[in-house]
């Protein structure tokens, strides 16, 4: 049994991994960190987690990027280990992470989906066989009108973890209208589209002579990055200093 506390417990995301630890015999969620505390939970819940006194095996966190730092230093001092799932952070918050992570176990990826994880696993391999062969690279991201950045983060991960099997041998290219001549054979082009409630879908395209070899991923909810949150909990628990991605948390499954 994992025992977990949920940092942000009265968020979407944390209401979402609440009801995911019911239903697995695996993990269960001891407390909770909010500053809405009103809520009535099936745990206790701390306005802040520097008042939480409860023993626990990791955190998973799904704040806000002003939360992490004190969620850091209590990890540090308790020596808990932390899933890291807060976006927005600045460079000197991630170089915190970083320091953090040599004194405790810290899980942090850009996607926390097992799929695309496994995903990337599979275009590492595919790009090896592909490229040489001639083939060109594209990925076409889509998600809901609401969303701010473009390309997302997830479609850069996919990216660099092509590239990084072909020692960065790609330029990524996200926008051709100003560009009349053919299509260099080391870009790599990466597309996004803005619509919607499309919670999130990555495509990649390898496009060959006469053949084309599609990987796609489909989000349909916003749990599956909570059950990928829930999987690394259950990895984490253990485990020493380090710092530790959804990679590390495919390669053991």
Known sequence: MTNVIMHGCNGRMGQMIAGLCEKDPDITIVAGVDTYTEKKNEFPVFAAIADCDVQADAVIDFSNAGAVDGLLDWCVEHQVPVVLCSTGLSDAQLEKV?????????????????GINTLMDL?????????????????????????????????????????????????????????????????????????????????????????????????????????GAVEAAKFLKGKGAGYYTMQDVIAEA
């Open 98 to 114: 970083k320091e953090a992570s040599t004194k405790v176990a810290v899980l942090k990826s850009a996607n926390m989906s097992l």
């Open 123 to 227: 275009l590492q391999k595919a790009v090896k066989v592909f490229a040489p062969a001639g083939f060109d690279v594209e990925i076409v991201e889509k998600h809901h009108n609401q969303k701010l950045d473009a390309p997302s983060g997830t479609a850069i991960a996919l990216a660099d973890s092509m590239n990084e099997a072909m020692d960065s041998q790609y330029e990524y290219v996200y926008d051709r209208s100003d560009r009349r001549q053919k299509r260099d054979a080391k870009e790599l082009g990466i597309s996004a589209v803005r619509g919607g409630t499309i919670v999130g879908e990555h495509e990649v395209i390898f496009a060959g002579e006469d053949e084309v070899i599609e990987f796609k991923h489909t989000a349909y909810s916003r749990a599956v990055f909570g059950k």
